[in-house]
């Protein structure tokens, strides 16, 4: 059986990716938030019913900021910076770094769940 792709004839590869991003009609939500004259590309922000996770760029590492980190389980202690917050926490990756999946996979599902109970 063959499997039916939306056209994407004329679009972009960005309205393409949107498009692919769209199709599974669940919690994920990407978008870009503040872009300034200091950060024109602006910031990756994943969402839903809140601010799940925050993308930075830094010199050495990408971050993954979960503004309500403080609230979520970590017992895999993958959070590796922002520690001192009472609820922001991130995870700082570095070129070679392997990550827990699963427990990355863990936080996000607890994070959304967070959100989705109106505790966020």
Not at 7 to 36: F, L, M, Y
Not at 58 to 83: E, Q, Y
């Amino acid at each position: 059986m063959a499997r039916s792709s939306p056209p994407t004839e004329g679009k972009s590869s960005s309205q393409q990716i949107d498009a692919i991003i769209k199709k599974p009609g669940d919690w994920r939500v990407e978008e870009v938030k503040w872009k300034k004259p200091s950060n024109p590309m602006g910031v990756p922000v994943w969402s839903h019913d809140g601010i799940i996770c925050i993308g930075e760029t830094l010199k050495s590492a990408a971050r993954l900021i979960f503004p309500k980190g403080g609230h979520l389980k970590d017992p895999k202690r993958i959070f590796n910076t922002r520690l001192e917050s009472n609820s922001v926490r991130a995870i700082d990756i570095h070129k070679g770094d392997r990550i827990d999946e699963v427990a990355l996979e863990d936080l996000i599902g607890e994070a959304v769940a967070l959100y989705i109970q109106g505790k966020g």
